[in-house]
């Protein structure tokens, strides 16, 4: 069973810069596509970035341009570097398979962005 471990979490002002870590306990290359997610407080969990085996990556419209998102099959890991980040960023970001979450769900790392 894979475990996903978030990290890279923080608080930092608007404008600033996180790079988030999502550490798989087994085997991720095999996985088509994954992504990263984030739930903001009395919100539903959204999709923020995902990126399939070959590289390919999609966003959401809110993080364009800000957010890249990559991943290292060979150290089970997908990273979510963001840049510019807004007050409306501020969420619980977690990592997990896409378009289906079939993975069991980390604890996230949290964001918060400070105005």
């Known amino acids: 069973q894979v475990q996903l471990v978030e990290s890279g979490g923080d608080l930092v002002q608007a404008g600033g810069s996180l790079r988030l870590s999502c550490v798989a306990s087994?085997?991720?290359?095999?996985?088509?596509?994954m992504g990263w997610y984030r739930q903001a407080p009395g919100k539903q969990r959204e999709l923020v970035a995902s990126i399939n085996r070959r590289g390919s990556t999609n966003y959401a419209d809110s993080v364009k341009g800000r957010f890249t998102i990559s991943r290292d099959n060979a150290k089970n890991a997908v990273y979510l570097q963001m840049n510019s980040l807004k007050p409306e960023d501020t969420a619980v970001y977690y990592c997990?398979?896409?378009?289906?979450?079939?993975?069991?769900w980390g604890q996230g790392t949290q964001v918060t962005v400070s105005s």
């Open positions: 997990n398979a896409f378009p289906t979450a079939f993975l069991n």
């Open positions: 087994g085997i991720i290359f095999s996985i088509e596509a």
